[in-house]
C-alpha cells in the first residue's frame, strides 16, 4: 500500500491491474497517459499437469492447455540449464538517497537536505563502490552480497528529460523507450525473438497481476499469484475440504448404466488427479532460513523452488510495493527496505544451496528516485534512482558513479542526475547475460553504452 493519498500512483495501480485483466474493460485513460503495455492480451487459466501449477495464460490464443502442457515439458527438456533473468521492481518510486546514503561529512548539503530524514554519520555500512556512501542498516543483507562482489550498483540511473508520474515513467521502463505508445514489454520482445510458441512458463509474473514488462506479442507469457494459492471448496461449507473429496472417492469406478453417475464418476476421477497433481505445492512451504513470511520473501523462495524443480522459467518478474513515500517515510522505509534486502539475500543463499547461482541473475529497478530535499516527513517524487543487479556471476562493480547532490550538482529541477541510462543496463542484461543482440529489442539500442554488469 502507498503511504499516502498520492492520486498518481493510485491510478498507476488500477491501469496496470485493468491491462492485466483484459477482456474486462478499461477506465478512461486521461489524456496524455499512455495505455499500459499487454492491454488487449487475451486470458485464459488453465492447470498445467506437467507443472502441477494453476496459471493464468495470456496470449496464444490459437492454442489450448495440452499444447501449452507439450510445451513445457519440450523447453524443459531442451534446456534444463538456460539462464534466468528475475526483474524485481520496487513500486512507487524508491529513495536512492536512503538506500545509499551519502555520508554528511563528504557531502555536507546533506544534513541540510534530510534534516529528519537523513542517517546521522555513523549509521550504516560503508559502500565499497564509494566511500562517501553507506548503506541503509536495513539493507545489511545487500550490503553482505556486496562485499562478496555479488552486487552491481548503479547510484543514479535514470533518463534524459525525466517524467516525475510514476504511470509515464513506470511505462517507459517497461517498454524500454521513451514512447508513450509502446505496447509490449521489453521484456516480452525478447521472448517473442528467443521463446517458444508454446511455453507460458518463459515469461513468468508471480503476482495477481501481468508485469507489462514481460508482455509479448506472439508468444505465451503467465502469472501465478504463489504456487500453493489454490484450494478446493464447496459454498457455504468450511473445513471438510478434504473429508468431502475422500467420501467422493467411494463412489468407485464400478460400471453403470446411469449415465449421470458415469459422469459424477469420471468428475471424482478428475479432481482426484488434480488433487495429486498439485500435492508437490501444498500451502505448507517450508521457507528456507533468512526468507521473510512476506509475499515478496514467499514469491522468491517459489523462484528458487519451481527452477530447482526444472520448470522451463527464463524470465521471472516480481513486484514489491509501498516505496511511494510522501510522507511518514521514517516509520515504513525501514521495514520496507529490511524485507527486500533480507529476502534478496535469502534467494542468493538459497540459490548456493540448490547449485542454481550461476543461472540465475536479478535486476532490481523502480520508476523513479525521491527529491533530495524532504518534505513534511517524506520526499516528493524525483529523477535518477538507484539499480542492482544481484548474483553469482554480477560483476560487482559500481556503475557510472554517484553524480552528488550539492546544488550545482543537481539537475535544472534539483533532482538527482542520472549518471546511467537504463537502456543501456537493458542491452548489458540482453547481450552478457541472456546471450542475444539488443537490436530488435531496444529501439535505438546503438546509441547506448553497455554498462559492465555481468562477470
Known amino acids: 500500500m502507498p503511504n499516502c493519498g498520492c492520486n498518481d500512483y493510485s491510478r498507476t495501480q488500477l491501469m496496470r491491474r485493468a491491462a492485466a485483466e483484459a477482456g474486462r474493460g478499461l477506465p478512461a485513460i486521461e489524456p496524455g497517459m499512455p495505455t499500459p503495455a499487454g492491454t488487449g492480451l487475451s486470458r485464459r487459466s488453465f492447470l498445467s499437469r506437467s507443472a502441477g501449477l494453476a496459471i493464468a495464460v495470456y496470449g496464444a490464443a490459437g492454442l489450448g492447455p495440452k499444447a501449452f502442457e507439450q510445451g513445457i515439458q519440450a523447453a524443459a527438456a531442451q534446456a534444463p540449464n538456460d539462464r534466468v533473468l528475475v526483474s524485481v521492481f520496487l513500486s512507487g518510486g524508491a529513495d536512492s538517497l536512503t538506500m545509499l546514503a551519502p555520508k554528511p561529512s563528504a557531502h555536507p548539503t546533506y544534513a541540510t537536505l534530510r534534516p529528519g530524514l537523513g542517517l546521522a554519520e555513523g549509521e550504516g555500512t560503508d559502500f565499497a563502490g564509494d566511500s562517501s556512501l553507506r548503506w541503509h542498516p536495513s539493507l545489511a543483507g545487500l550490503a553482505t552480497l556486496h562485499g562478496e562482489g555479488k552486487v552491481t550498483v548503479m547510484p543514479a540511473v535514470g ?20 514512447n508513450p505508445f509502446g505496447r509490449t514489454g521489453w521484456l516480452g520482445r525478447y521472448l517473442d525473438a528467443h521463446g517458444a510458441p508454446d511455453n507460458p512458463l518463459q515469461g513468468l509474473t508471480l503476482g495477481w497481476d501481468l508485469q507489462p514488462s514481460v508482455a509479448a506479442k506472439n508468444v505465451p507469457v503467465a502469472t501465478v499469484s504463489e504456487p500453493d494459492d489454490y484450494d478446493f471448496w464447496a459454498n457455504d461449507t468450511w473445513a471438510v475440504e478434504d473429508a468431502m473429496l475422500d467420501a467422493f472417492s467411494s463412489m468407485g469406478d464400478a460400471p453403470t448404466s446411469d449415465q449421470g453417475m458415469s459422469q459424477a464418476r469420471a468428475a471424482v476421477r478428475a479432481t482426484g488427479r488434480l488433487r495429486e497433481q498439485l500435492a508437490p505445492y501444498d500451502t505448507d512451504i517450508t521457507l528456507p532460513g533468512g526468507y ?18 526444472g520448470l522451463p522459467l527464463k524470465v521471472v518478474a516480481i513486484e514489491s510495493g509501498g516505496y511511494d513515500t510522501h510522507a511518514n517515510q521514517n ?48 520526499t516528493d517524487h524525483g529523477a535518477a534512482g538507484a539499480g542492482l543487479v544481484i548474483g553469482s556471476r554480477a560483476s560487482g562493480q559500481t556503475v557510472g558513479g554517484f553524480p552528488g547532490i550539492a546544488a550545482a550538482q543537481l539537475d535544472s529541477s534539483k533532482n538527482l542526475r542520472h549518471t546511467s541510462d537504463f537502456r543501456g543496463v537493458y542491452c548489458s542484461l540482453l547481450e552478457s547475460w541472456l546471450g542475444v543482440s539488443a537490436a530488435g529489442i531496444v529501439p535505438n539500442e546503438s546509441q547506448f553504452s553497455r554498462p559492465v554488469l555481468v562477470a
Open 159 to 178: 533518463y534524459t528529460d525525466p517524467n516525475q508520474s510514476h504511470f509515464t515513467s513506470r511505462h517507459y521502463w517497461e517498454v524500454g523507450e521513451l
Open 292 to 309: 521473510p513470511n512476506s509475499g515478496f520473501g514467499r514469491r522468491l523462495a517459489w523462484t528458487a523452488r519451481l527452477l530447482a524443480d
Open 331 to 378: 516509520a515504513t522505509l525501514p521495514d520496507d527496505l529490511l524485507e527486500v534486502g533480507s529476502s534478496l539475500l535469502a534467494f542468493q543463499r538459497d540459490l548456493e544451496a540448490r547449485g542454481l547461482a550461476d543461472r540465475v541473475l536479478v535486476h532490481v529497478w523502480s520508476e523513479f528516485g525521491r527529491r533530495p530535499q524532504e518534505n513534511d516527513g517524506g
